[in-house]
T-cell receptor, first 114, second 109 residues
């Protein structure tokens, strides 16, 4: 059971380039989300999805796009990278509903935009 | 003002000490309260979650929620060097989970 898998682990982009951060989970979780983690800011929600075909914006969505065509995959797209998007990105998933709201996180993607 | 406030520390204690970590929040709509532990260069992992005010114990860890004061705490008894990590509080309303900035803890042998 792999849990939540993120690729790549590290990436350096030039300003203006685009790229897709991949996230896949094998736990059949309905809910998936993307966070960014910056020093002193904690984790901030970018986008989330409650199921295939359904996405919504979080706290800091600007500059990012998502789609959810399958239950397993939730890619995050940076349309035109900016230095302000230098961060560590985490994908997380959990079952929708239930008595617990524990998230399973991936190991993160460290992105540097130069 | 952030919705969830957490002292970033760093906090350094000797092995065997009792550790107290705290968060305050401003939005009374938060329903579930969690603590995550994050080792360096790893993703956060869930330690404990609670729904109602009161205490919840799991081994050396106790989570405490006071909804009237909008204050949550995590206590670690008999702290070990392996507890050295960043501890993040988190809380949810519907599908929105908000995190504190995290407190970096070092337990010295």
């Amino acid at each position: 059971n792999a849990g939540v898998t993120q690729t790549p682990k590290f990436q350096v982009l030039k300003t203006g380039q685009s790229m897709t951060l991949q996230c896949a989970q094998d736990m059949n979780h309905e809910y998936m989300s993307w966070y960014r983690q910056d020093p002193g800011m904690g984790l901030r929600l970018i986008h989330y999805s409650v199921g295939a075909g359904i996405t919504d914006q979080g706290e800091v969505p600007n500059g990012y796009n998502v789609s959810r065509s399958t239950t397993e995959d939730f890619p995050l797209r940076l349309l035109s990278a900016a230095p302000s998007q230098t961060s560590v990105y985490f994908c997380a998933s959990r079952p929708q509903g239930g008595t617990g709201y524990g998230y399973t996180f991936g190991s993160g993607t460290r992105l540097t935009v130069v | 003002q952030k919705e969830v406030e957490q002292d970033p520390g760093p906090l350094s204690v000797p092995e065997g000490a009792i550790v107290s970590l705290n968060c305050t929040y401003s939005n009374s709509a938060f329903q579930y309260f969690m603590w995550y532990r994050q080792y360096s260069r790893k993703g956060p992992e869930l330690l404990m979650y609670t729904y109602s005010s009161g205490n919840k114990e799991d081994g050396r860890f106790t989570a405490q929620v006071d909804k009237s004061s909008k204050y949550i705490s995590l206590f670690i008894r008999d702290s070990q060097p392996s507890d050295s990590a960043t501890y993040l509080c988190a809380m949810t309303r519907n599908n929105d989970m908000r995190f504190g900035a995290g407190t970096r803890l070092t337990v010295k042998p």
